[in-house]
């Protein structure tokens, strides 16, 4: 058995609390929290773990959904490997990983390495004189090495984007990089499809490119971190973040897939698995954790926006980890839609994208006329996305197709500004016009 530490920040603490302990063995997993923070009230770090004292207990092996959060993404583990020289298991990435993960959440002991943050300052000054071997300082040297780590990958493995954490002023930053074959105006792009988001009455993360020297990639993308909040006193407090991954339960989908459902995919025409990494059962489960009919309502609707806008661009890219729901009240357990983040567009030739995540979801008709099979679509079409709103986000028919029609025209006439206005050259801009210059609803209803 494997017991492990878990620490859990508090609204408007700037220090975490020990919540209570996981355990872990071959079979199972269990989470107690500790007496001394039930004593104190503290409350359920999620609703699924209410805050008692009884044993939360999972019948497999897999870890609570909202602590596999706390981890890091492929790149963290790319260089966690690298450290550790061999493959991280599970356990290894929460509890050595740097604690800057996702969310309110840490795992394991809360060492000092844990927690080193660049100052953005000092991280582009470093940039600025990176050959300079005049300069011997310990701690420069130290910081050189992570941001050297951070620009040249040093394996190919894996597919994130290598990426720091900074601070500024009190604030949390994620510096994003091209990796070594992207496009080197891909930071650009993102902060340009932010901006255009935003006009489509999407939330967006506050983003902006900044250039960081004569290097293999001399842009990156550096966003304001929206799970972190400056107190009252200047320090960093951290908000609960829990990703479409986590709330829809997909790593126990995954577990639970068997060959029997080879024989029911063929039947359905989808799996279990498609459907937990879906936008209709996101929308779902979101009724759960929003707790507020109204909130969740407004949440649903704004959903649909960023799966409509995801087509439009042709971000591919719409996993169930780049959508999540921040925390707004602990104590009643209200989460609510976090800000779009992550969003590119293609430049490959999608005439008809097929998203990421399948957005709407047709049950069976069996009887009447015309019996029809069930559907999960993921083909981006303008009759089934407005099909889609009506079914699933809260939306009349005439309003959604007002809203698309809306949305298409401010991505068309826009898109070229955009990123014009974010600094890139017209050879770099070249590259997207076959896609969002075309006219995607006429696209679309000929290829339906």
């Known amino acids: 058995m494997i ?39 503290g409350p359920s770090i999620v609703g699924e773990l209410p805050a008692r004292r009884a044993r939360h207990r999972q019948s497999s092996n897999l870890l609570f959904p909202i602590m596999q959060d706390a981890g890091p993404d492929s790149w963290g583990e790319m260089l966690l490997e690298k450290r550790l020289q061999h493959q991280p298991t599970q356990l290894e990435l929460l509890t050595l990983c740097r604690a800057d993960g996702a969310g309110n ?35 420069y040297v130290r910081l050189r090495a992570i941001i050297k780590e951070a620009i040249d990958q040093g ?30 105006y891909l930071p650009h792009v993102e902060s340009a499809m932010l901006k255009l988001a935003s006009q489509c009455g999407i939330q967006v993360a506050v983003a902006e490119v900044k250039e960081v020297g004569d290097h293999r990639h001399p842009y990156c993308l550096v ?57 209709p059962r996101f929308a779902e489960n979101m009724r759960r954790w929003c707790i507020d009919r109204e909130a969740w309502e ?35 357990q209200h989460w609510r839609l976090s800000p779009a983040f992550d969003i590119v567009c293609g430049i490959s030739d999608l005439a008809s994208p097929a998203l990421c995540m399948p957005y709407l ?7 009447g006329r015309n019996p029809q099979a069930a559907r999960l679509v993921a083909k981006a079409n303008r009759q089934d996305l407005i ?11 005439d309003e959604a197709t007002e809203v698309f029609e809306s949305m298409r025209q401010i991505v068309r006439s826009g898109w ?29 209803e000929e290829s339906d």
């Open 105 to 139: 959440l840490v795992l394991g002991a809360l060492t000092p390495d844990r927690f080193e943050t660049i100052e953005i300052e000092t991280f582009i000054g470093i940039l600025n004189q990176f050959e300079d071997l005049a300069q011997t300082d310990e701690a």
């Open 155 to 184: 394996t190919g493995l894996g597919g994130a984007k290598p990426k720091l954490e900074l601070s500024d002023g009190g604030m949390r930053y994620i510096a994003k990089f091209p990796d070594i074959h992207d496009d080197p």
């Open 3 to 41: 017991s492990i530490p878990v620490h859990v920040w508090l609204p408007g603490c700037a220090d975490p609390a020990s919540a209570g302990v996981l355990e872990v063995d071959d079979r199972s997993v269990s989470f107690t929290y500790g007496a001394d923070y039930l004593t104190a009230g």
């Open 223 to 279: 966003s304001r971190r929206f799970d972190r909040e400056q107190l009252a006193s200047g320090v960093i407090g951290r908000i609960g973040y829990a990703s479409a991954h986590c709330v829809n339960r997909v790593e126990e989908a995954m577990r639970q897939y068997s060959a029997n459902e080879l024989t029911e995919f063929t039947l359905k025409g989808y799996s279990s698995v498609q459907l937990a990494k879906s936008y």
């Open 361 to 367: 979801y047709q049950r069976a008709v069996r009887h």
């Open 298 to 332: 407004s949440d649903v609707r704004e959903l649909w926006r960023r799966i409509v806008f995801n087509a439009l661009v042709r971000n591919t890219d719409d996993h169930t980890k780049n959508h999540g729901l921040l925390c707004r009240d602990m104590a009643t």
């Open 416 to 444: 070229r500004e955009q990123m014009i206005t974010e600094g890139m050259p017209d050879s770099a801009i070249s590259r997207y016009e076959r896609n969002l210059d075309r006219d995607i609803a006429k696209t679309w």
């Open 387 to 397: 099909k889609a709103a009506v079914l699933h986000y809260g939306y009349e028919q």
